[in-house]
């Protein structure tokens, strides 16, 4: 049947589009066939560290979604580790899955092991995961969040500061919190997870690969057992006459 | 000083504004000064029964809340039960405060007694809602929700109907539910909290004059003692400079 | 209508009432008056440290609280932050609301931000105060409780010294613990926040302004909407003809 | 040794003193001599269902533990389902324990069981009660509260129309809501708890009993290993001075 | 790479091993080679319904994923809805991961909705259930628990009668209790989700498919990055010495 | 009637039967029987660290509590921290009750102090024993689990070294954890709770005594009142004719 994933970067820029598809082809199954889309340049944020940011392009988010839809995408990935939009991108399709960095991280951290920090860029993103990560149930598996104090687009300047500054967060999770499992909880922090997991010998989940790869199992569970989002009541679809008549995506 | 207060009706449809307008001037404080307003007609969704209608209109909701920063509003208040985008609301503001209807409703209904039924329109609003009364803290305090399968937009068409149905949820939420307060769990829902009190003898909160008192209160607490939302993690503001190049709002 | 509101200082000693009485008249609404009553001089505990003092004190808490509601008070306030004898005074009063110095801060700090921490004089005063902040709700938001060991005799002795304290706890509660709001754990602790607040840049609430503030809220809505404490349950009145017989208060 | 054990009917009437006492001198251990003591007759009220009863009587209780503790009680009981005064009481004493039923109830039940329900007389009593099931901590065991609609008094004057009210409510417990264990929540329904059992075949906790078995263990526990109340944090004792000072007990 | 899994029917019969196989012929992915093993023939219980038939297995489960792990399986399942003996699972393995159906359908279910009822066999099952559900994290998600009143080799006998008690279980925890998603909560109820699902209109996960397809997605992400189960502290593997010195598996 | 009660060393040593008999001899009621008995030496491990462990032996634990119901033993205990097998312990019984250490340790603690903080040997035991603290309801009164880097077999090795790592971790637990009742988390750190607690001066429960005094007082109330462990739902015997055909135990 074949795999058709969208991997949205809800930001406005291009930047690294480029990169995600590379890496995308080198981890996903064979059958997939993944794209990278971004926001038009220059049309908003190219960054998501506050809420605002998400807020103003989450219509565009759900456009795409509808779009992607539309295009017989089997799946699409929201891709922000705050999982902008989730709900209602589930509530406006009607076959398509869809999924997020948070989310498919917690579910594979969870399984791992009993006891997960997440590894943030800095404090202020706190507040905003730590209300994710207990709506989606494991509340009680946090051990904690360890902030690197750098923004998103730091990351991938000084690579060998970012990794420094990983690795000794990680470290302390580790030793201090009790962390059996690490999260990089951001999808610009893309390219540590395996250097990172080598020197400190747990788990270290990368935020952009887990949601491609649950995506992938979500797509197969939902082709062939027919297992997707339920649309009873939390992602219940509009009525298309209201889509319809108020020209909403 | 005068609190100068600004109601936003996230719905493309002026249709209460103007009745909103009126009950608001009846139980405001005499140095309130009170505006009610909408989306552009035609806009958009005149209801938000689903969360991807939220979405929608959530950068036309911050476009309003920057302007009414701007405009020297002391507070504004999302008019929606769902209580959209209040997080980021309260970050680009810098001195005015921000609610909305569920915060406002159950902080008053928590502290009038110790098990609250909300009555909501349709079984789908249950979920999302749900999610907010947790995020609040009211979890433990929460009895029941009683749906009367009713849309945004039934409510005030038969009101006799309406209060009919209310009033047997309500009733069911008392000897059932062991519910000690009712909130009316959308802003539509207005005019009919003081005909079901005085049959079933216990509060019912309105949706629309619990926000509108509760940002009275906020107003004043902020304005005689700088009690307004700290900026410092979860309401941090971004930086002016990404707003402006961004041409965000 | 006006709004009268009763200020117990539940403690044998009118040492602090007049100065209470002096803060209120600066803090208070136009229409709002209020008075400070205290219990009489060398009947009981000057503090209520501990959860046996507030004990032996209560009964005469409830003689004030009803003799305060046939006086037509519209509300009258438990002032020590432990909230003694809350469910009781609420069960007696028909009318009159009745509120506390943690309920309504911890409301209030609950809008403002999302990570609280309490500063409290004694480290004994932690188990009693965080049994009720998860009473109300907010265990989550609790982020800490700092001891800066002084007696409720100590904070107005050589307030510099104080302040010095609570500024070093705030700063700690903010880099350590991640607090977005301060709240003064102590009626006592009064005279303190507007410095505090200044210097350390969040929300410091003072818990006996917030008391005030809030009672005044609890009246308006009351007088306008007959928004008080449910009778049904929690609040259920005793029947006259037992409180009579027993000649109870 | 010997355990020299107070239970404190802390009610105004001696109604039920003897029955207490010939019913416990059938239970105790052989070393246990166990007095029981009610208030002076016509100084308050005869039963607790309401909150602001216990708050009358509850000085009158901590004078008995202190003079308990002073003709060296190794243990006192506080003899009502709301457990009243049970933190004060441990503070005032320094080597007596003291319990209540509510907490030995639940100690039992959840031993015994996974899920537990609780019969009571009305529907006013649950907030209180379970406030204090969360507060134990066996919120996550709790199956119901069910009501018979009765008052205390009520409970010994048909006593077949007690039972089979019971009887029907420890049914419906076991059957709609999964109660492996079933709690008389109050100590007036003595004398019931043995045929109920042999009926619906689960354990029934008498709450008279039960607070007298877990103090001959505390008391055991306490006089052979030291191992009594925390003096601490939570039941730290105030000072002599004071209490002296004061003239408090 | 290829993924070799292990099922692990943890019974004394092989009543169920070629179905099972056949089933999973039909869904695995092509790279994947299932064995299906189960106890040998009268060695012990062919159901487990109890704990104490659990326990009674658990040591030749744990020699089973002992010996499966050097005969190179990538993963195993242990085949049974209590989820018996994971932790200690995935302490002796290196390299194999080790799910179950418990786990793997409520991850699965808790992505598709927000609210999930378990069809159960019997009521007695249910307690040591619902402690699985909220150490996994979803508590808050469990919208009930609903019993057919069958027994594990009740299910394939009638199997018109399975599904038509299944379909009104179903039905009724989507009306009654608002699930989002259906568990069949033993893996023997196997054959009967896809009829339900098409009736009832929501996601109805299969406990045996669903492990065996998390199992597959599991390995995958072992296989790439590394991502097993964490060795540090909850899964910690024990010292070679002392399995050797007791002759353990 | 006398109480005949089985301490079960659940390790193939019987290196510490004696002592546990001298020590039980000690501190048992008069009419108290105790026996100790272990696995066969070198049938398996000496101690529990791991889960697995527990796992290899817990059938013969099984079959030891039913040899020792059928020789009338009142009572028997699983004398390890992890509690290992305690549900299925409890459905094979009909007279018999079962208890553990750590349940025993925690309903004592939790009626002496608020916090508790439990000594183990390795952070390894800390996952699935916080998964038993919050199993049995207490996980809101844990302020901490300490490490003190000792395995089972050390802590009777150097005396000395261990009473001083307990004191420093005790010592902590009080300072830094607000504990205000320790736990020594594993039966073979007996014989320290005495020196420590007249250190540290708070109750230290030792988790060997605990639960033999625990199982008097579960036996005495089972005798005299019948409340044993319920069989309905969650300890429900299976079924004699299975126990016989499958030859289990």
Redesign the interface.
């Known amino acids: 049947m074949g795999k058709k994933i969208l991997w949205i970067n809800p930001v406005?820029t291009n930047l690294f589009d480029e990169t995600f598809k590379k890496e995308f082809e080198k981890?996903k199954?064979p059958d997939t066939m993944v794209d990278v889309v971004s926001l038009p340049p220059a049309s908003?944020?190219?960054h998501l560290?506050?809420?605002?940011?998400?807020?103003?392009i989450?219509?565009e988010?759900?456009r795409m979604i509808k779009k992607a839809e539309e295009e017989e995408y089997d799946a699409a990935i929201i891709g922000c580790f705050y999982d902008p939009?989730l709900?209602?991108?589930r509530?406006?399709t009607e076959k398509m899955v869809v999924?997020a960095p948070a989310?498919s991280s917690l579910?594979?951290a969870?399984?791992?092991?009993?006891?997960i920090s997440i590894i943030v860029g800095r404090?202020?993103w706190?507040?905003?995961m730590r209300?994710n990560v207990?709506?989606?149930?494991?509340?009680?598996?946090l051990a904690s969040f360890k902030s690197i104090d750098m923004g998103v687009h730091d990351f991938q300047r000084d690579r060998n500061e970012t990794v420094r500054r990983i690795k000794q967060a990680a470290q302390e999770a580790?030793e201090k919190d009790?962390?059996?499992?690490i999260i990089l909880g951001c999808t610009i922090e893309f390219g540590f997870?395996?250097e990172v997991?080598a020197e400190i010998?747990?788990?270290v989940?990368?935020a952009s690969?887990?949601p491609l790869?649950?995506a992938e199992?979500?797509v197969?569970?939902n082709q062939?057992?027919?297992?997707?989002?339920?649309?009873?009541?939390?992602?219940?679809?509009?009525p298309n006459e209201?889509i319809e008549a108020?020209n909403?995506?």
């Open positions: 406005a981890v199954q908003g944020p190219t560290e506050y809420n605002c940011y998400e807020v103003m989450m219509p988010i759900l939009a709900r209602a991108a509530e406006i999924t989310e579910h594979i969870a399984t791992l092991g009993e006891s404090r202020k706190i507040p905003e209300e207990h709506k989606y149930g494991f509340g009680e598996k580790k009790g962390a059996d499992v997870y395996h997991q010998g747990i788990p989940i990368d690969i887990a790869k649950y199992f979500l197969e569970i062939k057992f027919g297992w997707g989002h339920s649309k009873l009541y939390g992602y219940q679809s509009p209201e108020w909403l995506f």
